[in-house]
Each structure stands twice: as C-alpha cells, then as structure tokens.
C-alpha cells in the first residue's frame, strides 16, 4: 500500500541555518505530496503542496519539489527561526491522506 | 462555526468502559478523515469518510473501534471496553474533495483521551 517515510528526529538546530527534512514514498501512479506542521499547542495545518512531478510547493520561506525520479518530496528552509519550532509531516494523497511520522524540529536562539 | 468542531476536548475514562468522540466537520465539506496521536507517535490513519461511499475502515486497529456519519455530516468515533493503549489525541479532519487533485485538510483540535 501507499506510505510515507521521513526523516527521524528530533532535529535540532541554531538560527539561520539550513534544515531539511527528508521525505520518501511509495504509491502506484501519481500522487500529490504535502508537508502539513503542528506548532506547539496549535492544530495540523498545510504548510505546502506539489500536485505533480517537477512541481516546487513553497510557504513562509519552506520549499519542496516533487521529485518522481526519487521518489522524494524533501522538505527545505534557508534561514530558520525559533518560530519555526515545531512538527512537520510529510504527507500522500491519492485514494485517501496518508502521513509520515513526524519530524520535531527545534530552532535555538 | 468556521472550522472543524470535536467534542469533548478532554475525556478521562476506566478502562473497560465505552467512549463516543464527536467531530462536526466544516459545512459542505464531502470528506472526513479520524486519525489516532499518539505521544512521541505520528498520525496513525484510523478511517475515512467520502460522501456516500462505503468508508476506508482500513485503519481502525480493532474491532473495539468503530465510527459513523450521519447524513454526511457529523462524526462519531466509537471505542468499546476502552484499554490503557488506546489513551491518544483524537484528531478529526475534513475537506472538500478536488477531483483529481490533492486535497486540503482542515484539523480539529483533537480529543485528548485518558484511558486509566
């Protein structure tokens, strides 16, 4: 069946540097690709999407590109702030929404 | 109301006796997902709610667990003669189908359920 594997954590990192987040899948056909984040204390929302092969999802200064060749859907962030401490999900559609575990990521000041 | 509305926030059962979870998704939204957080977990796909089609009961992790949707609307997820590992967040989510397309999910806040 389709599933999502991600990258384990916790990850922690100090402002301004570079995260990523690493996101494989397997599924038949094409599937859309999303991350959704959970900040602390605060419900899952979509953070970003790619419907299609070679399409980059981008929000609040995060990026990912639907890699098929891979099979990947990566997700990246130049610069993070402590604001953006929190859990990030990859996630597959195609019949139905399936996740990934679960990555916490904590930024230091 | 505007977003996904679960009742109740909180529940604190005995192990053994039954618990219903309610989950009122956004109006017109065709699709209604249960998911199980469990501490230090992922989400764990429980079921899932498509119009009038028969629904993805793949997920429930047994036959304690059960759920229905009532003209399309409203959720109930059902756990009978509760165990200690069933003690989890609770989260529901809707969206309105884009055929062909991914779909946008919009989270409750979950029922933080305590099963002692």
């Known amino acids: 069946g389709d599933s999502v594997t991600q990258m384990e954590g916790p990850v922690t990192l100090s402002e301004e540097a570079f995260l990523t987040i690493n996101c494989t899948y397997t599924a038949t056909g094409y599937p859309s690709l999303f991350w959704y984040v959970q900040y602390p204390g605060e419900g899952l929302q979509l953070l970003l999407k790619a419907t299609k092969a070679d399409d980059k999802g981008s929000n609040k200064g995060f990026e990912a590109t639907y890699r098929k060749e891979t099979t990947s859907f990566h997700l990246e962030k130049g610069s993070v702030q402590v604001s953006d401490s929190a859990v990030y999900f990859c996630a597959l559609y195609r019949d139905k929404l399936s996740f990934g575990a679960g990555t916490t990521v904590t930024v230091r000041a | 109301g505007a977003g996904v509305s679960q009742s109740p926030s909180n529940k604190v059962t005995e192990k053994g006796k039954d618990v219903e979870l309610r989950c009122d998704p956004i109006s017109g939204h065709t699709a209604l997902y249960w998911y199980r957080q469990s501490l230090g977990q992922g989400l764990e796909f429980l079921i899932y709610?498509?119009?009038?089609?028969?629904?993805?009961k793949s997920g429930l992790p047994s036959d304690r667990f059960s759920a229905e949707r009532t003209g399309g609307s409203v959720s109930t997820l059902t756990i009978q003669r509760t165990q200690q590992e069933d003690s989890a967040v609770y989260l529901c989510?809707?969206?309105?189908?884009?055929?062909?397309?991914?779909?946008?999910?919009?989270f409750g806040s979950g029922t933080q359920l305590s099963v002692l």
């Open positions: 989510a809707s969206s309105q189908r884009q055929t062909g397309y991914g779909e946008k999910l919009f």
């Open positions: 709610f498509q119009g009038n089609s028969a629904p993805d």
